[in-house]
């Protein structure tokens, strides 16, 4: 990541958001942290879920001109971050979200992603091949969460934050199983959908 965002002349710092996770992520990244001052850490003592823990992230860094946001699972690549920083720097826009490309999980994951994102888009006028895993926001810009903890994404649509993607090919995950079940995902997606649809009346 470093190299990534050094190379393009972009000046950084880089916030660790740990989620009571219990695999020693946190001790890594006090570890990292304590030898650049670049990075810092903000550790959650309850596991809040994606969508708050990166509502944590952004409000513990007030300073900055920009977000460039990254789930750790790496499967969106840190080379992506200065294309996505380059986009937002154009100014038309407050949130640029990384497309998503690539066959990155099974076909029936892919093929039930794509039918959300598109829903999601119809209602909210997101782009319809925006990844929550990786973005970028204008510092300038608020960025709403949405009640029912689901997709952060889907606040940004429902308050008509203009919005663009760019095409970034995400790799399989890396290591591990995610704990983001098939049936997890179905209930979350009703619950998203159906408070966009609320949201928009």
Known sequence: MAGALDGA???????FVVDASPDGSLSVAQGLAAADPRLSVTSLPVNV????????????????DAWLCLDAD????????????RRLA????????AGRRGAYEGGLRLATGMVHRAAMARLTGLPPDAGDDA?????????????????????????????????VA??????????????ARLRQSGRTLAWAWRARA
């Open 90 to 97: 154009r100014g038309d826009v407050g949130v640029v979200f």
């Open 49 to 64: 879920g994606q969508n708050q823990a990166l509502l944590a992230g952004l409000a513990a860094e007030e300073r900055a």
């Open 9 to 15: 002349g972009l000046a950084w710092t880089l916030r």
């Open 74 to 85: 790496l499967q969106d690549p840190p080379e992506a971050l200065p294309a996505l920083a």
């Open 170 to 183: 995400r790799a399989s995950r890396p290591s591990g199983r995610s704990a983001w079940t098939s049936p």
């Open 135 to 167: 973005r970028g926001v204008e510092r300038q810009q608020p960025v709403p969460g949405d009640p029912v903890h689901g997709q952060e994404g889907a606040g940004v649509g429902v308050a008509r934050i203009r919005t663009a993607s760019i095409p």
